[in-house]
């Protein structure tokens, strides 16, 4: 985890600022970057996803850990040998090093809010 030698500075990112970018693991799922370490932010990321309608994200796993917000939507998510249909308002834990995978089979996309530490948050495809 990077840790910053001076106080950081406060700072508001406005939504016309964020850009969103695919995830190469997943078809149907972007990631924008709310706040993290390049802004200042010394321990701690957010990121926005956003899960098309009919997308799939793999099984996978995550160094860290996720704490995860569900902005829209109704979709699955596998975490380890469970499955949670999650919607607006469902607040999530998906601990560093747990098998987990997103479905969404409605019509509507779905949007998360995921905080994870600042560092390495390498994706590990699950064969």
């Given at each position: 985890?990077?840790e910053?030698?001076?106080?950081?500075?406060?700072?508001?990112?406005?939504?016309?600022e964020?850009?969103?970018?695919?995830?190469s693991?997943?078809?149907?799922?972007?990631?924008?970057?709310?706040?993290?370490?390049?802004?200042?932010?010394?321990?701690?990321?957010?990121?926005?996803?956003?899960?098309?309608?009919?997308?799939?994200?793999?099984?996978?796993?995550?160094?860290?850990?996720?704490?995860?917000?569900?902005?829209?939507?109704?979709?699955?998510?596998?975490?380890?040998?469970?499955?949670?249909e999650?919607?607006?308002g469902?607040?999530?834990l998906?601990?560093?090093?747990?098998?987990?995978?997103?479905r969404?089979?409605?019509?509507?996309?779905?949007?998360?809010?995921?905080a994870v530490?600042?560092?390495d948050?390498?994706?590990?495809?699950?064969?």
């Amino acid at each position: 985890m990077a840790e910053s030698t001076a106080d950081p500075e406060p700072m508001i990112r406005r939504r016309d600022e964020i850009e969103y970018e695919p995830v190469s693991a997943a078809d149907g799922l972007e990631k924008g970057v709310l706040i993290d370490e390049t802004d200042g932010a010394p321990n701690f990321a957010i990121r926005r996803f956003v899960l098309e309608a009919g997308a799939e994200v793999p099984e996978h796993t995550n160094e860290v850990e996720h704490e995860q917000y569900v902005l829209e939507g109704e979709y699955t998510v596998g975490i380890g040998d469970a499955e949670y249909e999650v919607r607006a308002g469902d607040s999530l834990l998906i601990p560093g090093g747990t098998v987990h995978w997103y479905r969404n089979e409605g019509d509507e996309r779905g949007a998360f809010i995921c905080a994870v530490p600042n560092g390495d948050d390498a994706i590990e495809l699950v064969e």
